[in-house]
């Protein structure tokens, strides 16, 4: 029973209120990419404690998306 306790509390830690899924900051950032991101979202957005994980997602979709450019064009270019 204490394991299990114990358990509980590391998940409960692990957990803060606020802390952003990966999901959900996949979905922010998408949203917020295509500009249809609800003022709902972008507050809670805002209100999570720290902004790295949506500067991160959103320099690698930057980064993916610039690279998925390169490769489109140079597929539809393929002679120069």
Known sequence: MK???QN???D???KTPGSPGVL???Q???AGALGVQSDK???EDFASHSPAPYIIA???FTAAFVG???IVVNLVLPGQ
């Open 3 to 5: 394991d299990v306790a």
């Open 8 to 10: 509980k509390n590391k």
């Open 12 to 14: 409960n830690e692990q």
């Open 24 to 26: 959900k900051i996949m």
């Open 28 to 30: 922010s950032i998408l």
């Open 41 to 43: 979202r972008r507050q």
């Open 58 to 60: 959103g320099l690698l």
């Open 68 to 70: 998925g450019l390169i």
